[in-house]
């Protein structure tokens, strides 16, 4: 009997997908067996396993079967993960949190900032890592005025900002700013940097030209310790919020005492208005 070309073509084709389906069962059947004795473990075993790995492993554990969904999705294992203090944290927040897991807690402070402490500060967490973050904001810093304009400092609302108001500098030769936090707030054995957060208000164009570059000095002070830099200003005018870096600082298990960030004009000054000041943010270094 002769076969068309169709017919042959169809047979050839079904064959192929008879050999990938062999072929799927048989890495399916591989990967249970890599997995299998870890399967064999009680779940609060595999469960500190996980733990000792990072957020974003436990996420891809969850993934990888169903057997190791439930533990990787745990209450027990995502504790693991979140800051031994969380639910003082908790405590602290401007509004009640709900979550249905400790899992999605964890998610639910890495993709959106909590404001605690009456809406002073900010807190996060870094979703690689688990380690804390904080901004702190305007309302908290000491932004020095002017001694020849003492009111050159108002309080405006932003929609795009965390915060209620943010401080807006309307007339202002020198900038003054410095911020503090208590080093016992923070994850042990991380190191830090810290960023003043700024926008220029769009009407605003005596920043825009200035007739010399403007010099800032940034200091972080911890304890004893202090580290001091020096920078031009970009001359770029930034509409949306920008960041400076203040420094980067480490801290050790067992650190104590308060951490002083400052950023200061040193030259260059010249009249200006419309900086804008969201706070400072202070986060892990990547």
């Known amino acids: 009997m002769q076969i068309s070309d169709s017919d042959s073509k169809q047979r050839k084709m079904k064959r192929v997908s008879k050999q990938r389906k062999m072929d799927g069962a048989s890495e399916k059947r ?169 926008k220029v208000k769009e009407a605003s164009n005596d920043l825009v030209h200035p007739q010399h570059p403007i010099m800032f000095c940034t200091s972080v002070t911890i304890n004893r310790h202090k580290t001091i830099k020096e920078f031009a200003c970009n001359d770029e005018i930034p509409q949306e919020w920008w960041e400076v870096e203040i420094g980067e600082f480490y801290i050790e298990n067992g650190e104590e005492g308060e951490i002083k960030l400052m950023l200061a004009e040193i030259g260059g000054a010249f009249f200006r208005t419309g900086l804008i000041i969201q706070g400072i943010d202070i986060r892990p270094k990547h």
């Open 30 to 198: 591989r990967m249970e067996g890599v997995f299998s004795p870890i399967n064999s473990l009680p779940p609060e075993c595999v469960s500190h396993i996980i733990s000792l790995t990072s957020p974003r492993d436990a996420c891809m554990f969850s993934l990888t079967s169903t057997g190791f969904r439930s533990v990787a999705d745990s209450d027990d294992t995502w504790l693991h993960f979140l800051p031994s203090d969380i639910d003082s944290i908790l405590s602290r927040a401007v509004d009640p949190v709900v979550f249905s897991s400790k899992k999605d807690l964890f998610l639910m402070l890495c993709g959106r900032p909590l404001l605690i402490d009456g809406g002073k500060l900010s807190f996060e967490l870094d979703i690689s890592s688990g380690k804390k973050s904080y901004m702190i904001s305007a309302r908290a810093l000491d932004i020095t005025s002017d001694e020849k304009q003492p009111n050159d400092l108002r309080w405006i609302s932003l929609s795009d900002s965390r915060f209620v108001d943010v401080a807006e500098k309307t007339e202002m030769c020198f900038l003054n700013i410095v911020g503090k936090i208590d080093s016992q707030v923070l994850s042990r054995e991380t190191r830090y940097a810290a960023y003043l957060v700024y």
